[in-house]
């Protein structure tokens, strides 16, 4: 295709591509980089743009007593990605600032593929300061976020333009970091002095997907900032009251109040966005994951023999539920030796092999206070009687704390230190650096995947969507995507109901939090450990059910299916 053959231009402050490139720090990153895989397989004729991160997300190390310390992910650019000829300028705080981009070619698994551009400020012509705004992915402090999304989003649209992508009919905003591409969408009709309503045909041009209810995942920037950044050119356009609050540009507002369609991630999470922001009409596209990057080997043997084409096709796994249970087993087997091997690897006291016969659970996601890592040691006197009925448990842990979240990291340690002194009753792993290969590991070799997120905060989650197109069941609280994707017994487990219960509970003296562990506790003692040891056909039933009913949906092709039908045409 060539460039003017474009239609739609995708905007990411994050995007996984691969192993080694730390382009992402996690779930919007992954989410990105697992729909662009599907526009290249389905020929979706899309472009993407994102920012460079030289020394990338960071590495995270654990010290013996289990503290995160963060280290620089520097990587090798030229070895990934292709500089390309074109340059472009933008002011930031007055001085232009040179930003070439650097080229990704993603191919798809036919003859198609989708080019990301990633932008680099970092050449010699700038300044110091100008330069290390390529440096960080969610480094820094507002002032230098701020600068970053100059580049993001004017930037963006001037390269593209400068390109030659002159076809484009849809600027998809993943997330509102790159909210700023609309005032350069509106200076552009201004200078061209078109005849148009430039309210309105920017609009027409914008589709917006909000990520997160959490306040913290929404930029807010105050107006005395961003009118130095931007400079004289880009004035807020006389509509300040729909997107500054406080004096402050507020970012969601921004692309909330220029796009002709707007979603949340999951039925939930749009329900919650449209109490959040009465006036807007918010419609609702569940995340999904590319099924070709997050099955693992023995499973794709698995699937290429008894489904074949369902790379392509994935709602064709439904038919899973005609694949006899013992390869499935043996393909579970293989994908949990995998991850044990792994984790064997990285202890170094020899007693403390995990074995391929025990029940293993699987918990990996960042580690902040919503998500409660905690959750399941919530009573340890219970845990520990569980484990002593059942004899064994082995737990896999993992996930990053934002360098900033000091929350995050005593989670990380708490659970490093109770992994330390229950040694004699469950094994437990804290494995460092979580990243897209220990994620693929983990998914695919773990028994069950658990996931804690305090209701209603998790806007979808996709591991567990992972998990189960890997033939892995979750055991989850009803937040997110699980609302959907939880039939019980059948699919996996839920853990309460989702609404929250904390006015009555406050009358009885307890919280939600211990209410929800206890929950916890029962389906594993009472349903879940029982079924693995006692029934294991009845397992394998529920690990065929997970692939067949929710592998074959929570997938990207599902969702870039209805982007395209509801949003991009
Ligand atoms: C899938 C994935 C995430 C997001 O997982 P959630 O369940 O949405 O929290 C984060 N990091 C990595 C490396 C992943 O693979």
């Known amino acids: 295709m060539t460039n003017n053959n474009i239609r739609i231009a995708y905007f990411s402050m994050?995007?996984?591509?691969?192993?080694?490139?730390?382009?992402?720090?996690?779930?919007?990153?992954?989410?990105?980089?697992?729909?662009?895989?599907?526009?290249?397989?389905?020929?979706?004729?899309?472009?993407?743009?994102?920012?460079?991160?030289?020394?990338g997300y960071f590495h995270q190390t654990l010290t013996d007593d289990g503290w995160q310390n963060e280290t620089e992910a520097n990587w090798v650019v030229e070895d990934f990605l292709k500089q390309t000829s074109t340059c472009i300028e933008v002011y930031i705080d007055g001085r232009?600032?040179?930003?070439?981009?650097?080229?990704?070619?993603?191919?798809?698994?036919?003859?198609?593929?989708?080019?990301?551009?990633?932008?680099?400020s970092d050449s010699e012509e700038n300044s110091d300061y100008d330069r290390s705004l390529s440096h960080f992915l969610y480094g820094g402090d507002g002032h230098y976020r701020l600068c970053q999304e100059v580049i993001l989003?004017?930037?963006?649209?001037?390269?593209?333009?400068?390109?030659?992508?002159s076809g484009l009919q849809r600027y998809h905003l993943n997330e509102g970091h790159s909210s700023l591409l609309i005032l350069e969408l509106r200076e552009q009709r201004r200078r061209a002095g078109?005849?148009?309503?430039?309210?309105?045909?920017?609009?027409d041009l914008c589709v917006f997907t909000?990520?997160?209810?959490?306040?913290?995942?929404?930029?807010?920037?105050p107006l005395n900032e961003v009118s130095t950044v931007l400079g004289p050119d880009y004035s807020l356009l006389g509509c300040e009251d729909l997107f500054c609050f406080d004096n402050k540009l507020n970012m969601t507002y921004l692309a909330l109040a220029n796009s002709r369609y707007i979603n949340g991630v999951a039925k939930k999470h749009s329900q919650l966005s449209r109490q959040m922001y009465a006036g807007y009409h918010?419609?609702?596209?569940?995340?999904?994951?590319?099924?070709?990057?997050?099955?693992?080997?023995?499973?794709?043997?698995?699937?290429?023999?008894?489904?074949?084409?369902?790379?392509?096709?994935?709602?064709?796994?439904?038919?899973?539920?005609?694949?006899?249970?013992?390869?499935?087993?043996?393909?579970?087997?293989?994908?949990?030796?995998?991850?044990?091997?792994?984790?064997?690897?990285?202890?170094?006291?020899?007693?403390?092999?995990?074995?391929?016969?025990?029940?293993?659970?699987?918990?990996?996601?960042?580690?902040?206070?919503?998500?409660?890592?905690?959750?399941?040691?919530?009573?340890?006197?219970?845990?520990?009687?569980?484990?002593?009925?059942?004899?064994?448990?082995?737990?896999?842990?993992?996930?990053k704390a934002h360098p900033n979240d000091q929350q995050g990291k005593l989670l990380i340690q708490k659970i490093i230190h109770l992994a330390n002194n229950l040694n004699q009753h469950i094994n437990i792993v804290f494995l460092p650096d979580y990243s897209i290969n220990l994620a693929k590991l983990m998914v695919s070799g773990c028994d069950l995947w658990l996931n804690t997120p305090q209701p209603p905060l998790e806007a979808s989650g996709t591991s567990g969507m992972k998990a189960a197109l890997n033939g892995v069941p979750s055991l989850s609280t009803m937040d997110g995507w699980w609302l959907e994707g939880c039939l019980e017994g059948l699919t996996g487990w839920g853990i309460g109901?989702?609404?929250?219960?904390?006015?009555?509970?406050?009358?009885?003296?307890?919280?939600?939090?211990?209410?929800?562990?206890?929950?916890?506790?029962?389906?594993?003692?009472?349903?879940?450990?029982?079924?693995?040891?006692?029934?294991?056909?009845?397992?394998?039933?529920?690990?065929?059910?997970?692939?067949?009913?929710?592998g074959s949906y929570f997938n990207a092709e599902r969702m870039l299916n209805q982007y395209i039908a509801k949003a991009y045409y």
């Open 14 to 55: 994050e995007i996984a591509l691969q192993p080694g490139m730390p382009t992402y720090a996690g779930g919007l990153g992954i989410l990105a980089g697992d729909t662009l895989r599907s526009a290249a397989d389905m020929n979706v004729p899309m472009v993407a743009i994102s920012l460079l991160p030289r020394r």
């Open 96 to 120: 232009p600032v040179i930003i070439r981009a650097w080229q990704y070619q993603l191919s798809g698994s036919g003859d198609s593929s989708v080019d990301i551009y990633f932008l680099d």
């Open 153 to 165: 989003g004017i930037g963006g649209v001037r390269m593209l333009e400068a390109m030659g992508y």
């Open 194 to 203: 078109d005849d148009v309503d430039i309210t309105e045909s920017v609009r």
């Open 210 to 221: 909000t990520h997160t209810p959490v306040p913290a995942g929404h930029d807010k920037f």
């Open 282 to 399: 918010i419609d609702s596209i569940t995340n999904g994951v590319h099924a070709g990057t997050w099955v693992c080997e023995p499973m794709q043997q698995l699937y290429d023999q008894y489904i074949p084409g369902w790379r392509l096709d994935n709602a064709s796994l439904r038919s899973a539920l005609n694949i006899p249970c013992t390869p499935i087993l043996q393909a579970h087997q293989a994908a949990k030796q995998a991850l044990l091997e792994t984790v064997n690897q990285h202890y170094n006291q020899p007693a403390k092999q995990m074995e391929i016969d025990i029940f293993t659970i699987g918990f990996a996601r960042r580690a902040t206070v919503y998500k409660r890592l905690g959750l399941l040691f919530s009573d340890i006197e219970r845990l520990k009687s569980i484990c002593a009925k059942f004899v064994r448990l082995q737990i896999v842990f993992a996930g």
């Open 497 to 550: 109901n989702g609404e929250s219960i904390a006015e009555k509970l406050t009358a009885q003296g307890s919280d939600q939090s211990q209410v929800e562990a206890s929950l916890l506790y029962n389906k594993l003692e009472q349903i879940i450990l029982p079924l693995y040891y006692q029934n294991q056909h009845g397992y394998l039933e529920v690990m065929r059910n997970a692939i067949a009913l929710n």
